[in-house]
């Protein structure tokens, strides 16, 4: 009884040793003394007008203009009482700065302002069209990918206007870096969004030099939309053109990036609409060789429901009906795909996951060509097939008269 006594005497002592060894957080400091960055963009050089009164009195430093950022900060709530902010009430502001070094511009905000900033909860990087045809992608982003502060799950987006304009305020008491970043939740709701690119995500094309896309994002007035994507060629990390949205939606058919959304088709004798609610899509590429000759066979498959129909009095029960609506839809698909992979070689950039197939599937060929593969791709036939396949027609049989 002694020895145990004597064993939990010494479990105890121990354990108050360890916690009288742990430093804790003293090092912390509370969160309304930070400025908590949220979005970041990155524009061709052109000074504020708070900038140029600034240099004008003495502000400068030396560096060469050929960024400008816009750094979104959070504002720390009030704590408690009727002082609390209100739910319309700002909860941000933006900073710009111009230089030539990211990791500087952020450095000198903080001879701005009395909070250092700090990067630990960015979660939206835009970056102009207009700067990706002077910078590469790699420069750009280098700070980013190097800083242990900022997340790999930041998320990277393009922008064929100014980058800044979509910090603005355009809904109250909301973050438009926020917005941004949660846009991408409703992707099961449309089928021409695509899908995220986080920072991470953008390492492994940059280092194969293999070309890929960027969500864009657009203003107007005082709203933003994600419409489209901007293309960075594989070899020079530099903006290599658009897609827009019936391009991006042919896109996620071939790759079969598919969550969701809607597929709008019309009646060829009628002119009426007709939709289809996705429920699920697959698609496989086929990479064939014939000797010297490469095509592609794309065959893409999806399960889903009619949901809206304008035609009158359109039976949906009748099986020659829904065949008649499938094969609306097939051909619609086909034309979407044909059109995107047209855009694609045209600008000479695979973005699609053909090089990728054709590597899995002829590891030999794809050795012979990789080396200016989005070149090669631009002169290779590729072909459609679609199969749909409508599995329901919503609550009524009819459409109403």
């Known amino acids: ?20 060894t742990l430093s804790g957080c003293w090092s912390s400091s509370p969160v309304e003394d930070l400025n908590l960055e ?44 009727s002082n609390s902010s209100s739910p319309q009430a700002k909860k941000f ?12 511009m952020i450095r000198e905000i903080s001879l701005r302002t009395n909070r250092p900033p700090i990067g630990q909860h960015l979660k939206t990087v835009i970056i102009s069209s207009s700067l990706l045809r002077k910078i590469p992608l790699y420069e750009l982003l280098d700070f980013f990918l190097g800083d242990n502060d900022i997340r790999p799950s930041v998320q990277l987006l393009i922008s064929t206007e100014k980058a800044g304009h979509a910090l603005q305020e355009k809904i109250p008491g909301q973050i438009p870096a926020y917005i941004l970043k949660d846009i991408f939740q409703n992707r099961k709701r449309n089928a021409r969004l695509i899908k995220p690119m986080a920072l991470v995500k953008v390492i492994g094309p940059m280092k194969g030099e293999r070309s890929f896309i960027l969500p864009n ?14 293309i960075i060629k594989g070899k020079t990390q530099t903006y290599g053109g658009y897609l827009n ?22 009646d060829p004798k009628t002119g009426k609409n007709i939709a289809y609610e996705i429920k699920a899509v697959k698609s496989k590429i086929k990479a064939i060789v014939q000797g010297d000759d490469i095509f592609f066979q794309v065959k893409m498959t999806s399960e889903g429901r009619v949901s809206e129909v304008h035609k009158k009095n359109e039976n949906l029960r009748n099986n020659n009906v829904l ?29 699609g996951g053909f090089g990728e197939a054709l590597r899995i599937q002829h590891p030999k060929v794809w050795r012979k060509v990789k080396k200016d593969w989005d ?7 590729v072909r459609f097939s679609t199969d749909i396949h409508i599995e329901d027609y919503g609550s009524s049989i009819t459409t109403a008269d």
Request: net charge negative; glycine share 10%.
């Open 245 to 266: 949205e019936s391009e991006v939606e042919g896109l996620m058919w071939i790759k079969g990036d598919l969550k969701g959304g809607v597929l709008k088709s019309s």
């Open 323 to 351: 065949g008649q609506e499938e094969s609306l839809f097939q051909e619609k698909v086909n034309s979407l795909a044909e059109q995107t992979v047209a855009k694609m070689q045209k600008l000479k950039v695979d973005v």
């Open 1 to 20: 009884m002694n020895r145990v006594r004597v064993q939990s005497g010494l479990l105890g002592l121990m354990a108050l040793l360890m916690c009288c």
């Open 217 to 230: 994002v657009i203003t107007a007035e005082n709203e933003i939309k994600l419409a489209g994507a901007g």
């Open 375 to 381: 070149t090669t791709f631009s002169k290779i036939p």
């Open 93 to 104: 502001f933006n900073i710009t700065e111009t230089g030539d070094s990211v990791f500087e």
């Open 38 to 81: 949220t979005g970041i963009a990155l524009d061709i050089a052109e000074e504020s007008s708070q900038e140029k009164q600034i240099n004008q009195e003495g502000g400068n430093y030396p560096k060469k203009e050929l960024i400008t950022g816009t750094f979104q900060f959070v504002i720390p709530e009030e704590s408690g009482g």
